[in-house]
């Protein structure tokens, strides 16, 4: 499905289009109404071509729709009795949203999650240790284990939750052959080793790193540390929980993430401010929207799911045609600092560049209502363990200002926090944007 050319997918996506478009007619009310009110009937949408006629569907409308008719909302479009799994989304906003799969739409998640997880170099017989929260119904959890025993592997089901000693006592005991986490979690674990066992993982042989769920994974430094940390190979993928758990994965070229599941999910590429939409050329940027094709209890129709990407290639030595892709920001995250739209993961990204000058750990200090201010950003760079003896502070914290203005338009007041200040994550996602300046001793 991954190697098909350009015209068999369409072919086939058409096919199921129709199907889907029909299928919501049927049994979809929300959808139904969505389609009456921008006047079109299923005749009006049975091409590639007609998508964009449809209007957005956006998180804010599933919210409302979850609202009005609970458990699973209004765009439930099959009978709760044939509902066999849910799972939860932890919500930008505090409230979780659910969705639902009947057999059909869980076969589905887990294909494509297998075919992500084998992209990112997870084979049958594997032993994985799961790093991803396990308790708390996100799709990093249960359907990443359902993903892994379809696949034939071996899930190693301590969690993230299941805390950092559990998961390297895990770990030396049954030497996994892969991890999956969050990539903040997986260098913590590697450090956790190294401070608290006096170990180091990379004695453990591990091969492959797969991770997801924030966006440091595709950071060259960041890559570069964790996969030093290790002495494994790390694999970014990417998915949530409105279209599936995981349908973009990198393959060993390490140049970005594929498309895994075209013959699942319709991917438009569109401006975000103008809804225009783009073609997946290398350099492209833009949002994505999805559109699923073969799904049955909680489908989506040109949702825009706020993942803001670059296209980083259109073909590949492994075979696999479908576009790449990094991700480089979520539209929850952006902050707006004097006009200039600004993603946290740009700023970690340069601050990263700076290693060894710099530690690499960085926080935004959002300390304004909302998410547009008309001030300076204010940044929080940690210093390095050892510092270059020939730069002195003021010179280090001129030259990250300057660095920011001038890849990012946007002037910034930088503060040294002293080594090893900021906090970690831990087992959490990180948070680049702090709402306040935390209290460290001997701030310059
Ligand atoms: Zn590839």
Redesign the pocket.
């Known amino acids: 499905m991954e190697a098909l050319d350009e015209r068999a997918v369409r072919q086939l996506q058409e096919a199921r289009l129709r199907e889907q478009v029909d299928y919501l007619w049927a049994h979809s009310p929300f959808y139904q109404r969505k389609f009456r009110a921008a006047g079109l009937t299923p005749d009006a949408l049975r091409t590639l071509d007609d998508l964009p006629r449809v209007p957005f569907t956006t998180k804010q409308e599933l919210r409302d729709s979850l609202r009005a008719a609970p458990p699973f909302g209004e765009h439930l479009a099959a009978p709760l009795s044939d509902v066999i799994q849910m799972q939860a989304s932890s919500g930008t906003t505090g409230s979780p949203s659910y969705v639902a799969l009947t057999r059909q739409d869980a076969l589905m998640w887990h294909e494509s999650s297998a075919r992500s997880l084998f992209a990112c170099g997870i084979r049958p017989g594997d032993r994985v240790l799961h790093g991803f929260s396990l308790s708390k119904g996100f799709v990093g959890g249960l359907p990443i284990f359902q993903a892994l025993q379809y696949l034939g592997a071996l899930d190693i089901p301590i969690g993230a939750d299941g805390g950092v000693d559990r998961l390297l006592a895990a770990a030396f005991d049954l030497r996994p052959d892969a991890i999956v986490g969050t990539p903040n979690f997986l260098l913590h674990l590697a450090e956790a080793a190294r401070a608290q066992r006096g170990r180091d993982v990379r004695e453990l042989g591990v091969r492959r790193l797969v991770v997801g769920g924030e966006p440091g994974g595709g950071i060259p430094g960041f890559r570069h540390r964790i996969q030093h940390a290790w002495g494994a190979t790390l694999c970014e993928l990417m998915g949530g929980t409105d279209l599936a758990v995981i349908y973009w994965a990198e ?1 060993d ?1 390490q140049s970005g993430m ?1 498309m895994t599941a075209p013959d699942f999910i319709v991917t438009e590429l569109i401006d975000p401010d103008s809804g225009q939409v783009r073609p997946f050329t290398e350099g492209a940027t833009g949002e994505l929207v999805y559109t699923a094709i073969h799904r049955q209890a909680s489908p989506v129709f040109r949702f825009r799911s706020g993942d803001h990407v670059v296209v980083t290639g259109t073909g ?3 075979g ?1 045609r479908q576009p ?1 892709i990094r991700c480089f920001g979520r539209t929850d995250d952006m902050l707006i600092v004097r006009g200039v739209n600004l993603f946290p993961s740009a700023v970690q990204d340069l601050i990263e560049a700076m290693c060894p000058t710099v530690s690499g750990q960085v926080r935004l200090i959002a300390d304004f209502e909302g998410h547009s201010t008309q001030a300076n950003l204010k940044l929080l760079v940690e210093r390095a363990g050892h510092e270059p003896s020939d730069l002195s502070l003021p010179a280090l914290r001129q030259a990250i200002e300057d660095r920011i203005r001038g890849a990012l338009a946007v002037k910034a007041d930088v503060l040294l926090a002293p080594h090893g200040s900021i906090e970690k994550p831990g087992a959490a996602k990180v948070k680049l944007v702090l709402r306040a300046m935390p209290v460290i001793e001997g701030l310059l």
């Open positions: 393959c070229e594929h590949c030595t492994c696999r790449k």
